[in-house]
């Protein structure tokens, strides 16, 4: 069974870091384009960053460049988001999706999806 599972979530105060994972069973993710993407009550979900196939490439949002880095280890079949600096404006649910390319997009046309995690950022 294909899933993504994400994990790292949780509540934060301003400023704070955390890491995201998002672990894949069922297929291995070197030959697909990992996405993280989040969603805030009421919005529509936005793509935060990216990651291509070979890591090579990577492509960040404006709202958090320079606060968020994406990486990928494929021997742990394991995709990962750092956040530092976060602001009440990242509350969210985040998602990592997998799409069977090169190159990744911060457009959600991703084949598969995990459930999320979702992070608050509050005092």
């Known amino acids: 069974q294909v899933q993504l599972v994400e994990s790292g979530g949780g509540l934060v105060q301003p400023g704070g870091s955390l890491r995201l994972s998002c672990a894949a069973s069922?297929?291995?993710?070197?030959?697909?384009?990992i996405g993280w993407f989040r969603q805030a009550p009421g919005k529509e979900r936005e793509g935060v960053s990216c990651?291509?196939?070979?890591?090579?490439?990577?492509d960040t949002a404006e709202s958090v460049k320079g606060r968020v880095t994406i990486s990928r280890d494929n021997a742990k079949n394991t995709v990962y988001l750092q956040m530092n600096n976060l602001k009440p404006e990242d509350t969210a649910v985040y998602y990592c999706?997998?799409?069977?390319?090169?190159?990744?997009?911060?457009?959600?046309?991703?084949?598969?999806w995990g459930k999320g995690t979702l992070v608050t950022v509050s005092p």
């Open positions: 990651i291509s196939r070979s890591a090579a490439i990577t």
């Open positions: 999706a997998a799409v069977k390319s090169v190159y990744c997009s911060l457009i959600p046309l991703y084949e598969y």
């Open positions: 069922g297929f291995t993710l070197d030959n697909y384009a």
